[in-house]
T-cell receptor, first 116, second 113 residues
């Protein structure tokens, strides 16, 4: 069974500093995708970054980078130069094949608060 | 380019009633998945529709059912509502069985009283 673990229920970071949000996963599949989503209080899931299981280089998207360590089954999100608008809930998720479909499994999330 | 549209945004229902939630996928997407997100938790997969058929189902009872229409839009129906069904219901669309490219709507917040 696929499982995503986020061990940090809440994190605080000073504005303009970098922060790392932890994510570990468990799967026996060889082909899977790892995602990070941001969910503000409005509820919408906003896509941040994606890493494929066969990608050798870590993914980057602007201020977001994914520290992918396949052997350790970890996919940590690094946010550089934090902004007040980064305060939100962050979810790590994994896509995998299930029967004739692909589905996402989510972690329990990390609430990030950026302090001025 | 319109993203995923969900309606209604908020809904209050009484225990035992039935509810229908609606989702229009992003333009170019043909696959719709539904997720339930209880307060303080991550979303849980309910089911996925492609070519108007339910392709996979998560660990949800038969009270949860769905439908996909020829224009790829989808409905989620929940019968005999329980207090525990109170949650944010998220719709996500994608293209075929892509391992990437999921787009989520803003969700429908259902409160069962």
């Amino acid at each position: 069974a696929q499982k995503i673990t986020q061990t940090q229920p809440g994190m605080f970071v000073q504005e303009k500093e970098a922060v790392t949000l932890d994510c570990t996963y468990d799967t026996s599949d060889q082909s899977y995708g790892l995602f990070w989503y941001k969910q503000p209080s409005s509820g919408e899931m906003i896509f941040l970054i994606y890493q494929g299981s066969y990608d050798e280089q870590n993914a980057t998207e602007g201020r977001y980078s994914l520290n992918f360590q396949k052997a350790r089954k970890s996919a940590n999100l690094v946010i550089s130069a934090s902004q007040l608008g980064d305060s939100a809930m962050y979810f790590c998720a994994m896509s995998f094949s299930s029967g004739s479909a692909r589905q996402l499994t989510f972690g329990s999330g990390t609430q990030l608060t950026v302090l001025p | 380019d319109a993203g995923v549209t969900q309606s209604p945004t908020h809904l209050i229902k009484t225990r035992g009633q039935q509810v229908t939630l609606r989702c229009s996928p992003k333009s170019g997407h043909d696959t719709v998945s539904w997720y339930q997100q209880a307060l303080g938790q991550g979303p849980q997969f309910i089911f996925q529709y492609y070519e108007e058929e339910e392709r996979q189902r998560g660990n949800f009872p038969d009270r949860f059912s769905g439908h996909q229409f020829p224009n790829y839009s989808s409905e989620l129906n929940v019968n005999a509502l329980l207090l525990g069904d109170s949650a944010l219901y998220l719709c996500a669309s994608s293209y075929r069985f892509s391992n990437y490219g999921y787009t989520f709507g803003s969700g429908t917040r259902l409160t069962v009283v």
